[in-house]
Antibody, heavy 122, light 112 residues
């Protein structure tokens, strides 16, 4: 059974960097059959996919255009986790953030973290 | 980006009655393999979304057989044969054909 445990601050000041971590149990961040995603949800944006990291002989990343240039999703093999960094945040980045696994054979996000409400406010 | 459009956005249903949600994509989600890269999720109040259906018509592990997915290309449907009280929440479709993954606006199912 796969479990994703999110951690990180719930309050970030404008212009600073939002940082969240997703610890994986029951699978490996280096699996060649999974992709590790970050998404967010807010009343104004609905469910929004932000990006993913995955390993297929080498590491790949894909990012949403809406956050490209501000986002980094990084795997940490030693800790079996992956992280989200979103720089230069504004109040518009206030949302519930989720990490999730996409399993290749399923082509769906089959496991999700518990969600983290991140508020951008001074 | 592929645009996903759901209807209706609100769905009041009497327990025991069937329910149906439509999802349309701005381009075909069917690949030459025959698979349709469309997934359905249910988000219950206060919870993370849960995968119900993948590849258009396959139920995820543990999903009751009253849930079924159908459709191909650009038109898809999620059906609940007999709605139960525990089915309340917001249903989303998502295309898994290409990055970025994109979602429908959501359909809120409520019990009459």
């Amino acid at each position: 059974q796969v479990h994703l445990q999110q951690s990180g601050p719930g309050l970030v000041k404008p212009s600073q960097t939002l940082s969240l971590t997703c610890a994986i149990s029951g699978d490996s961040v280096s699996s060649d059959s999974a992709a590790w995603n970050w998404l967010r949800q807010s009343p104004s944006r609905g469910l929004e996919w932000l990006g993913r990291t995955y390993f297929r002989s080498k590491w790949y990343n894909d990012y949403a255009v809406s956050v490209k240039g501000r986002i980094i999703i990084d795997p940490d093999i030693s800790k079996n986790q992956f992280s989200l960094q979103l720089t230069s945040v504004t109040p518009d980045d206030t949302a519930v953030y989720y990490c999730s696994r996409e399993w290749k054979a399923v082509s769906g996000l089959d496991y999700w973290g518990q969600g983290t409400l991140v508020t951008v406010s001074s | 980006d592929i645009v996903m459009t759901q209807s209706p956005l609100s769905l009041p249903v009497t327990p025991g009655e069937p329910a149906s949600i439509s999802c349309r994509s701005s381009q075909s989600l069917r690949q030459s393999t025959g698979y349709n890269y469309l997934a359905w999720y249910l988000q219950k109040p206060g919870q993370s979304p849960k995968l119900l259906i993948y590849l258009g018509s396959n139920r995820a592990s543990g999903v009751p057989d009253r849930f079924s997915g159908s459709g191909s290309g650009t038109d898809f449907t999620l059906k609940i044969s007999r709605v139960e009280a525990e089915d309340v929440g917001i249903y989303y479709c998502m295309q898994a054909l290409q990055a970025p993954r994109t979602f429908g606006q959501g359909t809120k199912l409520e019990i009459k």
